[in-house]
């Protein structure tokens, strides 16, 4: 092997921190702990550039009988140490080390061929010992080279490196430990900062996917028979490009025992997503043989992914189908996962609920038995750039529950096999309540009827303020108040990539308060939640008032600046005991006479249980 072929090596690598106990019984390296010097040397390695290699008590581990360690000491990229093994293409390797970088620079192991091909690498930068680890299969019987040095150097790297080891890979046969739950109720988006606001989640979803590192709440959930997936990435980037690359990157949760505090590594990834590449297309080709091999290695670990609704529309009839074919990938996720969350995202502005089945049939025609494993992903997220309550004519929370609904009462979406969300962190919180709520409702209880009202029109009729119908107006002395054109007060049509249509409310403020007033009847029993986007230069006041108007149940004041923004106002209140007939009041009764401000976009939404 070249200088040229070290140097390439060196160029580029990416940091993967595993933990791992023992070396492998079949080890291929010869003096892989160097315990055996001399002449100062290392037997059986060979030095790159102008390196200097010191032997070192100061093993990362003193429970190693010999307890020393190779110490290589950097003054260029390129320089370093290796061995070249004589090595059977036909089978996969596992490669690891233990390193620790000092010193200006970043330091580089890995495994190339003799042909200059880069079969595994990973870097690492200065810090305290690390595991690192992977996978790699050469296209032919060869020689390799196993690299230690530096991709890069500012003044001088020392890089201690202990236990590497090269073995023949064989399947990891440890089982999960929490059967796969079912039906399964699956919410994306955990991590560990967010611990407090997922309690409820919990005590609901029985699979939780997202990112943690701590042990005990993996744990936890075990004994109530959660199942925890580490969420994994299905992009490519500078060092995620080949099959090897994908099987290191999806398998690292299987194998990370976090210094064995989490024996046999994490039950369960999420593989997000799969993209609708077609079949022959590099990517697909990619993504099936990436998850063959994850299959084959991990036979009795859980393998989840997410796919976009295009795969289920591929060489598909009618509305929303694509001449492309995505059988290879549906196979692959039939035959390669053990569930297959399909995403069916559809909003309040386009609610496309035939989408469900449509999908659901060609994915059933496509790949037989697919559909018994597959969930329908929910759309929940209500921030920018992804939003889908984005209409004031519907009620979001009855827009959830008809899709509950649909899923589980039409005979062929019911063949399903739960239900899943995306995600947890882009929703609002009441929102997250009415998802639990719903999952307990229609999987947890098995219920039947609606868990609303079964109709998601909204409640509170021209919200958007497009016409004068519904509302009682009543002006102010010297006060105005009637419904204008939003180009021309200069007000923004939209709130992100919200559609606030072309009208709202000016409510101009003139002696005494403007008020504008709707009658509700709403159940009673129930919390509630109003909600209003107010604009313009003054003081907007919203209300909940009873039928009498004798008491005042809820409200909110808020002071707004400008028309290049739309605000919320919202308050949460309780309808009365006996009746929930209620009025909504919006005023400008807190606000100084010539003041002009604007509404639009009023909801209520009945709060979950």
Request: some cysteine; proline content about 5%.
């Amino acid at each position: 092997m070249t200088m040229k072929t070290t140097t390439a090596l060196f160029c580029s690598a990416v940091l993967l921190i595993l933990n791992a106990n023992s070396i492998p019984a079949d080890q291929l390296l010869s003096n892989a702990d160097f315990s055996e010097w001399r002449g100062g040397k290392p037997l059986r390695w060979s030095k790159l550039g102008n390196v200097r290699v010191t032997r070192s008590r100061q093993s990362y581990d003193s429970a190693f009988t010999k307890n020393s360690c190779a110490v290589v000491t950097c003054r260029r990229p390129g320089d370093g140490i290796r061995q070249i093994l004589k090595l059977n293409g036909s089978i996969r390797y596992s490669f690891s080390a233990w390193v620790r970088a000092a010193g200006g620079g970043e330091a580089v192991v890995g495994v190339m061929d003799q042909a200059d091909a880069i079969l595994l690498r990973r870097t690492i930068k200065p810090g305290d010992w690390q595991k690192v680890t992977g996978h790699f299969q050469l296209p032919a019987s060869a020689g390799v080279a196993v690299i230690v040095g530096a991709s890069q150097v500012d003044g001088r790297l020392r890089l201690a490196v202990d236990n590497l080891s090269v073995a023949p890979l064989e399947p990891d046969t440890t089982p999960a430990k929490v059967p796969l739950p079912q039906p399964t109720i699956a919410m994306y988006g955990y991590s560990d900062g967010v611990r407090k606001q997922f309690e409820e989640t919990f005590e609901t979803a029985n699979v939780i996917t997202g990112q943690t590192v701590d042990v005990k709440l993996i744990d936890q959930l075990r004994q109530q028979g959660t199942v925890f997936c580490q969420h994994v990435n299905n992009s490519t980037g500078p060092d995620l490009k080949t099959v090897d690359d994908f099987v290191n990157d999806w398998s690292a949760p299987f194998r990370e025992t976090f210094d064995g505090r989490l024996p046999g590594g994490f039950d369960a990834i999420a593989i997000d997503e799969l993209h609708p590449s077609a079949d022959g297309e590099e990517e697909s080709r990619r993504v099936v043989a990436a998850l063959a091999e994850l299959r084959r290695l991990y036979p009795n670990r859980y393998i989840f992914a997410w796919g976009m609704w295009q795969l289920a529309s591929g060489s598909g009839v009618g509305r929303n189908a694509v001449s492309d074919s995505y059988d290879n990938l549906l196979r692959a996720a039939f035959e390669s996962t053990d569930q297959f969350w399909l995403e069916c995202y559809i909003r309040e502005g386009n609610p496309q609920f035939y989408l469900f089945r449509r999908l659901a049939n060609n994915l059933e025609s496509r790949v037989p038995g697919l559909l018994n494993k597959t969930s329908f992903g929910l759309y929940i997220s209500q921030t920018e750039p992804f939003i889908a309550d984005d209409s004031a004519d519907v009620d979001y929370f009855e827009f959830l529950d008809a899709q509950f609904h649909l899923i589980k009462h039409d005979p062929l979406l019911n063949r399903s096999t739960g239900v899943a969300f995306w995600p947890f962190y882009r929703a609002d919180p009441e929102t997250i309540r009415q998802v639990n709520a719903l999952a307990r409702h229609y999987y947890v209880n098995g219920e039947d009827t609606h868990y609303g009202r079964g109709n998601w029109k909204q409640r509170i009729a021209n919200p958007g303020f497009e016409s004068t119908t519904a509302w009682m107006l009543q002006a102010g002395t010297r006060g105005i108040l009637n419904t204008v054109a939003m180009n021309t007060e200069k007000l923004p049509l939209k709130r992100g990539s919200v559609s606030h249509g072309t009208h709202c409310l000016k409510m101009q403020r003139g002696k005494s308060p403007n008020r504008a007033r709707q009658l509700l009847s709403l159940p009673s029993h129930r919390t509630h939640r109003l909600s209003a986007q107010v604009s313009g230069e003054g003081a907007a006041t919203l209300k909940v008032v009873s039928k009498d108007g004798n008491r005042t149940l809820a409200r909110q004041s808020a002071t707004v600046h400008s028309r290049d923004e739309w605000q919320r106002l919202q308050v949460e209140f309780p309808t009365p005991v006996k009746a929930g007939e209620v009025s909504i009041v919006l005023t400008d009764d807190s606000g100084k006479p010539g003041q002009t401000v604007f509404w639009d976009f009023v909801e209520i939404e009945t709060l979950a249980r």
